[in-house]
């Protein structure tokens, strides 16, 4: 009885660990580990992940919903040996929201649908969440990544096209190309 006992809880901790260090991303939430996009905070980040991250902030002007186009600060919190990144917008990071969340390799984890950064293709991806939408860079973005979004979740590459070059591409010769990064996000814009 002893034996059956201790088997299973070794069993369960060795599942537990790898579901620790294999998280995953739920393609329906916009959340990860706790962390909410629009109302958690950098301060939230740091009690989760600590301080060991980089910082890169650059200027953009977008058009949010019925405004006027404006000039915002971006900048991504980017915590390199975890391969998840944190984008806030405005200029006191340590109060503003964030407003995405993006995981590339190094990330260990995968979708609840076993789409990892580095590994899976956009083939796997197209058939595990549908046709979805494709596009070239984001409203957020400095350059002008292949993207297919799915409402919250948004799958990318590190391929950049021009706007001429996507929209001469047959649509179907991206499939083979494979996805450097998943973007979870606010659906408040």
């Known amino acids: 009885m002893q034996t059956k006992l201790l088997i299973g809880l070794f069993?369960?901790?060795?599942?537990?660990?790898?579901?620790?260090?294999?998280?995953?991303?739920?393609?329906?939430?916009s959340a990860y580990?706790?962390?909410?996009?629009?109302?958690?905070?950098?301060?939230?980040?740091?009690?989760?992940?600590?301080?060991?991250?980089?910082?890169?902030?650059?200027?953009t002007t977008v058009i949010v919903g019925t405004k006027e186009a404006e000039s915002i600060p971006i900048n991504k919190i980017t915590y390199p040996k975890e391969g998840i990144s944190f984008i806030v917008l405005g200029e006191d990071i340590r109060t503003a929201a964030i407003h995405n969340i993006l995981f590339t390799w190094p990330f260990k984890g995968a979708t609840e649908k076993k789409i990892q950064t580095g590994k899976s293709t956009f083939r796997e991806v197209v058939q595990q969440y549908g046709k979805g939408?494709?596009?070239?860079?984001?409203?957020?973005?400095?350059?002008?990544?292949?993207?297919?979004?799915?409402?919250?979740?948004?799958?990318?590459?590190?391929?950049?096209?021009?706007?001429?070059?996507?929209?001469?591409?047959?649509?179907?010769?991206?499939?083979?190309?494979?996805?450097?990064?998943?973007m979870l996000e606010g659906m408040n814009y």
């Open 11 to 29: 069993i369960l901790i060795i599942c537990l660990g790898f579901t620790l260090k294999n998280p995953v991303i739920n393609s329906n939430a």
């Open 133 to 182: 939408y494709w596009s070239i860079g984001h409203q957020l973005d400095r350059a002008k990544k292949l993207s297919l979004s799915y409402g919250i979740i948004t799958f990318r590459t590190d391929k950049f096209y021009t706007e001429e070059e996507y929209n001469r591409i047959n649509k179907d010769d991206f499939l083979d190309l494979v996805v450097s990064e998943i």
């Open 33 to 59: 580990n706790g962390l909410k996009i629009d109302s958690s905070t950098l301060k939230d980040v740091e009690d989760v992940y600590g301080f060991d991250y980089d910082v890169d902030t650059w200027t």
